[in-house]
């Protein structure tokens, strides 16, 4: 459903060519729950960066659920991105003037769905992260670990079929980052397919396969926690 | 979504109070000063009688030096002799004329104890009123058999009409002007023409008359001319009877004409008539008669006057100042919402979303921006009217209507989004990679 055949990203400036990635080849499955790891400046951003339709690739072939879109427009690359990939980030990005309630509407506006539809989705997910008594708390009035947990209600409200998260629980305590780890498993388990990138072995491994980056390249694409388990 | 990005328009307007206050400042100091000026030039250059423009026209004949235009290039002079006009208005060739003249006339009322008092007066001729439209507050205007009877009838302006009478109908009663007593036909309700466009000649922002009596009259007493008179050659012998039987030119006649085909008819008219006093000995020059509707012979006479139109482009490179600071302000505050712009484009926002989102925002400021600049405006037409508030006429150009108060705001929203267009394309192009990992 997600497929990489030899793309590269090479960032150019007037005296220096920098590959990002090189020939990179990679695909994920449905249901799929990937950590990727890697050391810095290994290319573990531009991957996802590439793979949310964020960045273009100098060259290769990347489809997105049966359609290539390397040729897409910006519109056509938007609404892609709007209806199949949900973002979950570091630092949580939400929107500080807005209550819990407006920041998970951000993407469902977007998509152009009806009041009441939207008010229907925003609901859901809220009680799902379980701060349905603060849908109209601001940002600034919440814990980063329920900020991480809006974000991914914002995530989750367009029910894509991805969800890409960058370092999820980097800038959490232990306790928070475990809950945060463990409602992304709930959500994996609910069928929605999970690229997370990460530094923490330990998280890694809960994944069910983990690729280490190096170098712009796949160095290692090995099952992760569960699949090792399973096989033993 | 319109009512979506203006919410987002308030909450970033309300999250950045300085910068926003900054850029409706500068807005409304632009509009402020342009409206002030475009304010005086819409007063100024407005038709004073909309509905019967079209139908009232000036006339120029061009009784002047043969050596000598009265105006440059080869203008006709922009007034009449008593003898042209006179004989134009007995002819009677169009459905309706006015012959006149600016005067003053001294009251005496009937009170003793009164001090008699001079009033600015028009002699003018019976059409004057069903011509130029005035409204009567009593009565109405004189007949032509009061103009050829030579009756003594007059016509009060409101202010001198409550002045002698107070709030009392004073039609039918008299009024003694310099020793003669007239008969009052009508007084007007509140009227003022602006431009005063029935004698440009004299005083075109000027307050109409207070008294307004039988042109018939005003020749048979003798009456002097309070207004411009002009003249190519000496009258030869002094006294009134020389002095209208001259060259100079001191009257305006005003006809009512209905369509293409009268106007050619008058203006055949007037070439045949210059062409038996070119046979009499007058006319030295080659004919130049001249038919001008209302408003252009406002534009004839440049009412408006050059100097307004170089402030007003002033004022027009002013708001393109004012702009150019709102382009900076506006940049600064878009670049400063950078990662929220990324956010928005990972979350599925297209570029043409944004570019809508910070339009309409935009657009909001241009709103507040209008706002405060009617507010700008009407203290820079206090300004003028502190500065020239000497001038009776600045009291009419400092208004401001409905029309210009939409218009500030129509210029502000289009001046501000002409503004946000470079800042929202350069929002457009922010790259939400770059952007997401900095927030």
Known sequence: MLSMKNVSKIYRTESIETHALREFSFSVNEGDFISVTGPSGSGKTTFLNIAGLLEEF?????????????????????????????????????????????????????????????RKRIERVIDMIGLGSRAHHLPSQLSGGQQQRVAIARALAGEPRFLLADEPTGNLDSQMAESVMQLLEEINRAGTTIIMVTHEKNLAKRARRNIFMHDGRVGSNEPGLHLAAASA | MFRYYAKLG????????V?????????????????????????????????????????????????????????????????????LLEAGKARRQVLSYRTGRVIQPEDDAQLPFQVSSLSTTADFFQMFDTPFLYGSGWDKSDDDGMAYVVVLSRAISEQLFADEDPVGRNVVMNGDTYR??????????????????????????EVFFPFSISIAKEVDSYGNTNCWKPTGETGWQAFINSECVWMQLWVELHGDEEREEYKAFLNAYVESQKAAGRFPRPMNNRLYDVM?????????????????????????????????????????????????????????????????????IGIAGGIAGIGMTMLGLQGIKLLYGEFEFVERLVRLDWVMIATAIVLAVISALGAALYPTWRACGIHPASQLKSL
């Open chain 1, 58 to 118: 100098s060259n290769g072939v990347y489809e997105l659920d049966g359609q290539n879109v390397t040729n897409l427009s910006d519109a056509q690359r938007s609404r892609l991105r709007n209806e199949k990939i949900g973002f979950i980030f570091q630092s949580f990005n939400l929107i500080p003037e807005l209550d819990v309630f407006d920041n998970v509407d951000v993407p469902l506006r977007y998509r152009g769905f009806k009041a009441a539809e939207r």
């Open chain 2, 10 to 17: 308030l909450l970033s307007i309300r999250r950045n109070p």
């Open chain 2, 19 to 87: 910068l926003s206050a900054l850029m409706v400042a500068a807005i409304a100091t632009g509009i402020g000063a342009c409206m002030t000026i475009v304010n005086i030039d819409y007063v100024m250059s407005g038709n004073p009688i909309p509905h019967r423009s079209e139908l009232l026209y000036h006339v120029q004949l061009d009784s002047w030096d043969p050596y000598e235009a009265a105006e440059e290039p080869n203008e006709p002079p922009d007034q009449l002799t008593y003898i042209d006009g006179k004989a």
């Open chain 2, 184 to 209: 009052v036909t009508g007084v007007l309700d509140t009227w003022q023409p602006t431009p005063k466009f029935y004698d440009v000649s004299n005083d075109s922002f000027g307050e109409i008359e």
């Open chain 2, 296 to 364: 252009q012979w406002m534009q004839n006479r440049e009412v408006v006057e050059d100097d307004v139109q170089v402030l007003l482009g002033l004022a027009v490179l002013f708001l393109l100042v004012c702009l150019l600071n709102t382009i900076g302000l506006l940049l600064a505050k878009i670049m400063r919402r950078s990662g929220d712009i990324g956010l928005r484009r990972a979350l599925g926002a297209s570029r043409r979303a944004i570019f809508s989102q910070y339009i309409v925002e935009a657009g909001l």
